[in-house]
């Protein structure tokens, strides 16, 4: 994301190419962290990041609130779902999905780094 701006803020071109795909072996590093709880909070801290070097400080601080209200949001759904989970969902796959959700909102509210 930082590349493509940098690019375009000199002038030039990005291209989009939708059948290109990127295949990452391994995925040792995050299994290490988390699986998809660690690599969701990075996303959003650099994500983060980005938006405090390109737009500003405010701008930042907003988005990491929207974060944290889409968290709250959806671990409410999440836990309106843990009734139907034995007959609809694989309970591993709420629990994943919790814990993902769980940590994006601590982040979002200063709680973890």
Known sequence: ???CYSVR???LQTY??????????GGSSSK???GS???AVMQAKTTMKFCEK???GFYSAGYRLAVGAASVFRLILLSL???FSFAFFRLKYLRS???KWLALLKWSAGLAQ
């Open 81 to 83: 779902l843990i009734p």
């Open 9 to 11: 803020q000199l002038g």
């Open 37 to 39: 709880a660690w690599a």
């Open 1 to 3: 994301m930082d590349l």
């Open 32 to 34: 290490q962290r988390g």
């Open 16 to 25: 989009f190419l939708g059948d290109a795909s990127v295949i990452h072996y």
């Open 97 to 99: 999905s919790f814990r």
């Open 54 to 56: 390109t737009r500003g």
